[in-house]
């Protein structure tokens, strides 16, 4: 603008007053528009040079990103900056050394523009030394979260650098966002969180009712279920529930993962150390999942957990053991009350309909759901219990057909039922 309208350098300031150009308000106002927010005046000769170079023809793309970089340049250089922007820097305890200042140079009209607490706070900034500060308290603020805080404000997204930031960063930046009044920021960050380091975190945009439509009642029937998540989820939970965040989406998203992470999934230090009340609520979120359609899954999820928890010894194990302990529990009373409807589901079937030749797997199975006969028998389920057990437990439906309906026993002598005294 200073080589358009002052071609022959600036001009001599005196004390007389402020200079004044003689230009059009109009026009001025135009250019103004433009160079602030990419739009307005220059948008006809913009599109006419544009197209012209190199035949593109999405000029408001092409205009949004040359108006990021140019602010992104005009930050870094920190040419005309106009604040300081200072946080105090906690060092390590081991190190003895003082927390020292971080100092971020930016410009007042930006942050005024994109932030109403910097709005705010604008109008009663103090000087220091000469320039204008403002100090921002740490936590929340850290040198990674502010910068990107800051960068995302000139550059109005997160993907401005290439800096890598984990799980962590992520939750700062989205108490800055909150601290900040950033809303886009903050639904930027959080969308982050759940798609890119998440992995989807079980559709937690979706309210009950849709969410039970795509997965049919069944358990962990949608979802990524990689090691990462797995750890995270817990972490993810820990972090929405806390007073100064309170994020119902993130909340829902991870209790709907740590329900589906049953088995294996609780078995993982970061679970273990979530409070106990956090704990006893997924339980009994799980508990609802516990029906005659899950139940076998349900089963051999408990008892894999147990096989990945033999021969650990710290605490946290412990407190993961008791969990699943818990739940089988619950598991053993549904398959011993609802025997009729579970030992119709697919799952057993396909048990009795393979063939026993040494088949390991379907041999611990069988195992495992008789052990959990066994413990959830009692007097008001044994009869009913043992009239399915009876026309269910000993016949292969294929077996039956091929041999021309010939009984013919496919369970494992180990693995048959013991009818206890009677009383």
Not at 236 to 257: C, H, I, Q, S
Request: glycine share 6%.
């Amino acid at each position: 603008m200073q080589k358009r309208y002052l071609p022959s350098g600036p001009p001599e300031i005196s004390d007389a007053g402020p200079v004044r150009i003689n230009l059009p308000e109009p026009l001025l106002s135009g250019e103004l528009e433009l160079l602030y927010t990419g739009r307005g005046l220059g948008e006809a000769l913009d599109y006419l040079f544009y197209k012209g170079r190199d035949g593109n023809t999405d000029i408001e793309g092409n205009l949004t990103d040359k108006l990021r970089k140019d602010f992104l340049s005009l930050w870094r250089s920190h040419l005309h900056s106009d604040i300081r922007i200072v946080i105090i820097v906690a060092s390590d305890a081991a190190s003895g050394q003082e927390p020292q200042a971080a100092i971020f140079r930016s410009h007042r009209f930006i942050l005024a523009s994109r932030s109403s607490y910097f709005r705010q706070q604008l109008r009663q900034v103090e000087r220091v030394s000469g320039e204008l500060t403002l100090t921002l308290p740490s936590p929340p603020f850290t040198l990674l979260s502010l910068y990107l805080t800051l960068g995302w404000i000139y550059a109005g997204t997160l993907a401005f650098s290439d800096q890598h930031w984990n799980l962590a960063t992520a939750f700062e930046i989205m108490r800055c966002a909150t601290y900040l009044c950033l809303d886009a920021l903050y639904d930027e960050i959080q969308a982050r969180i759940v798609m890119d380091m998440m992995h989807g975190l079980f559709h937690p945009f979706l309210l009950f009712s849709e969410y039970e439509s795509i997965t049919g009642g069944a358990w962990g029937a949608v979802g990524c279920k990689c090691r990462q998540c797995t750890r995270r989820a817990p972490r993810v939970l820990e972090f929405a529930l806390e007073d100064e965040v309170k994020n119902a989406y993130l909340e829902r998203g991870a209790r709907r993962a740590l329900i589906a992470y049953f088995g294996e999934g609780w078995c993982t230090p970061e679970f273990a150390h979530l409070l106990p009340k956090t704990r006893l609520s997924i339980l009994k979120e799980l508990t609802k999942c516990i029906i005659p359609l899950n139940i076998f899954p349900l089963l051999y999820a408990s008892q894999a957990g147990m096989k990945k928890l033999e021969g650990v010894g710290e605490l946290w194990a412990a407190v993961s053991r008791e969990m699943l302990v818990a739940a089988v529990g619950k598991i053993d009373k549904v398959l011993c009350d609802q025997s009729a409807e579970c030992f119709r589901q697919k799952e057993w079937l396909d048990i009795v309909d393979t063939a026993n030749d040494g088949n390991a797997e379907r041999d611990e199975k069988l195992k495992w759901i008789t052990n959990a006969v066994q413990r959830g028998i009692n007097d008001s389920n044994a009869a009913k219990l043992y009239q399915v057990c009876d026309e269910r437990f000993p016949l292969s439906p294929t077996a039956q057909r091929l041999s021309g309906a010939k009984t013919v026993n496919t369970i494992p002598p180990s693995c048959k039922l013991v009818r206890p005294n009677a009383r």
